[in-house]
């Protein structure tokens, strides 16, 4: 990456770096990259770099959220190897960044936020309703109106045996780097935490493998 490196440095010293070379230099770093799922780690890395409209009055006019990341990517199935970095990479490469350009081009962008929330099981299923909305509740608190709009975001609540679980599974949510609120039940011993929420974030298909897949949604009986 050390040509593209410097050739990064010369566009940003002239001030010429513009949205297509933003996306052509996150699809190089994906081929590139040790994973094997390249399109993960080029949709990772993309929507860390374009960030969606949320303005109400632009939305209500018609843009889409990613259509910045659209127009862009769209803007480099013309440049061909006029693209950031294309001329520079080997002929596999080139190969290998048409054909994940192509299915980018195919994806359907969408600004997706889910929150996640764990609830002990080991209370009446009246609790657990309860519980619940407390922490709900919480989380509605620390959350700014102008970050997330509660009509669209999408709640997932999984359920947890019991107390030792959910310490368990909090900590295992911070250790991938997600900030959490909690909730502790003062009528419970020792102010035990009967449920926390993952504050909201963008929905990664990768993320949820390696931290919900083997979960199980709340089911109060």
């Known amino acids: 990456m050390n040509d593209l490196d410097t050739q990064w440095k010369s566009l940003a010293a002239d001030k010429k770096i513009d949205s297509g070379d933003i996306a052509s230099r996150a699809i190089i770093r ?6 094997n799922d390249k399109l993960e780690v080029a949709k990772g890395l993309l929507l860390k770099a374009f960030s969606p409209i949320i303005n109400r009055n632009k939305l209500n006019s018609g843009l889409r959220p990613f259509q910045g990341l659209e127009s862009s990517l769209a803007k480099l199935s013309w440049r061909g190897s006029d693209a950031f970095g294309f001329a520079s990479i080997s002929e596999a490469e080139q190969a290998e960044y048409k054909s994940l350009l192509g299915k980018l081009l195919k ?8 929150t996640y929330i764990f609830t002990r099981q080991d209370l009446t299923p009246e609790q657990q309703l ?11 608190q620390k959350v700014e109106r102008w970050q997330h709009d509660a009509s669209d975001l999408h709640f997932v609540i999984f359920g947890v045996p019991d107390h030792d679980r959910l310490i368990e599974k909090l900590a295992q949510v911070e250790a991938a780097g997600i900030s959490t609120v909690s909730f502790e039940e003062s009528d419970l011993k020792s102010d035990q935490m009967t449920s926390f929420a993952c504050q909201p974030t963008r929905k ?3 993320r949820r493998k390696r931290l919900f897949d083997n979960d199980r949604l709340l089911m109060i009986k």
């Open 30 to 35: 994906s081929i590139r990259a040790r994973s």
């Open 107 to 114: 994806e359907k962008w969408e600004d997706t936020t889910y």
């Open 204 to 206: 990664s298909e990768a």
């Open 130 to 140: 309860v519980q619940t909305a407390h922490c709900t509740m919480v989380l509605g």
